[in-house]
């Protein structure tokens, strides 16, 4: 019986990856073996390296300011996909470097690793893009945000150009719902904003429930013909 353990190909599930500044975000990593068969276990690491290459933030282009982040460890999910969490503190372009280590039971010249697209070897390379949190930052001209998610709230020039009320949450349901006015314990308790979308465990909205993190099948010893993610 054959046991997936050994990396060839990985990628983030997510490419180009799309954030905010000061905001926590997640990378999550997918990896198969030489045969296509989803890595789900074994002592495989993945670090991080994000390096900001363009801003137009004044505070760093004036004064010169270089900016990295560098994070060594990553967290292995149930799904199989590992997570290296991060916080970007400025906006602008990032070169993102998504480095293996491999499980030690395949070190060496037998063990080689991917090249091709933008994995070469040990390294995964590719770009983010950090958006600003901070609506003045995006125009002089609208100051305020609806909703205290960047991701969802919406720049005007006085709250009173909010689509409602703003709603302030906190205590035991600080998370805002923007669909539904409300205010939760778990972002996973909102509805999408967009029609049709469907919310998955980890917060993320997609058109189609398979494209879950939680629904994706992992296949141990076989090819994952499930899979809804392209290798």
């Known amino acids: 019986r054959l046991t997936a353990g050994y990396v060839y190909k990985f990628k983030p599930t997510v490419d ?22 989803v890595v789900a ?18 505070d760093i282009t004036n004064d010169g300011i270089s900016y990295s982040i560098s994070i060594t ?21 990032y070169r993102v470097q998504i480095s293996l280590s491999p499980d030690s ?17 040990a390294i995964y390379e590719t770009r983010m893009f950090v958006n600003s949190s901070i ?19 919406q720049c005007v020039t ?20 923007p669909a539904s006015g409300t205010c939760v314990s778990f972002i996973g308790n909102c509805s999408c904003i967009d029609t049709g979308k469907t919310r998955c465990k980890n917060g993320m909205c997609v058109t189609d429930s398979s494209q879950c993190i939680e629904n994706v ?13 392209d290798v």
């Open 16 to 37: 180009p990856y799309i954030t905010f500044s000061g905001v926590p975000s997640s990378i999550f990593i997918r990896s198969n073996d030489s045969f296509d068969n």
């Open 41 to 58: 276990s074994g002592g495989h690491q993945f670090s991080l390296n994000l390096n900001l290459l363009s801003t137009e933030d004044d």
């Open 73 to 93: 460890e990553s967290v292995r999910l149930s799904s199989g996909l590992d997570r290296i969490d991060f916080n970007p503190e400025w906006s602008g372009v």
């Open 105 to 121: 039971r395949y070190v060496g010249p037998q063990y080689p690793r991917f090249v091709g697209g933008k994995q070469n070897g």
């Open 135 to 153: 609506c003045a930052k995006q125009s002089s001209s609208v100051e305020y945000r609806c909703t205290d998610n960047p991701e969802d709230g």
């Open 158 to 177: 006085t709250y009173a150009s909010c689509p409602s009320t703003p709603v302030i949450c906190s205590g035991s349901t600080p998370i805002y719902c």
């Open 217 to 229: 099948v992992t296949c141990e010893g076989s090819v994952n013909m499930n899979d809804q993610y």
